[in-house]
């Protein structure tokens, strides 16, 4: 069965820094794009960074400057840095891959169970 599973999230003041991390577990194939999503109370899930197999970047321009993905492609690994934390970050942060499970199956979207940041005085 494969899984993503967080870890990082907590809670942090104004212009703090927290990191991220994200493992895929499970028998697999290949992941294709690794990236992370947010959503606060009442708002829809956003997208903040995503990151391919081959090292293309892109982020959400509210993150742009201030968080950085990266990946460990051999250790099925995601991680985001978020640096000088504002308020506004406060959401719950979804981990999500491109996994194909099998070489000759199709690729699905996978997501982990998501991870609380709160940033507040």
């Known amino acids: 069965q494969v899984q993503l599973v967080e870890s990082g999230g907590g809670l942090v003041q104004p212009g703090g820094s927290l990191r991220l991390s994200c493992v895929v577990s499970?028998?697999?194939?290949?992941?294709?794009?690794m990236g992370w999503y947010r959503q606060a109370p009442g708002n829809q899930r956003e997208l903040v960074a995503s990151?391919?197999?081959?090292?293309?970047?892109k982020y959400a321009d509210s993150v742009k400057g201030r968080f950085t993905i990266s990946r460990d492609n051999a250790k099925k690994l995601v991680y985001l840095q978020m640096d000088s934390l504002k308020p506004e970050d406060t959401a719950v942060y979804y981990c999500?891959?491109?996994?194909?499970?099998?070489?000759?199956?199709?690729?699905?979207?996978?997501w982990g169970q998501g991870t609380q940041v709160t940033v507040v005085s």
């Open positions: 999500n891959a491109g996994i194909r499970k099998f070489w000759y199956s199709d690729e699905y979207d996978y």
């Open positions: 499970g028998s697999i194939s290949s992941i294709n794009a």
């Open positions: 990151g391919t197999r081959v090292g293309s970047t």
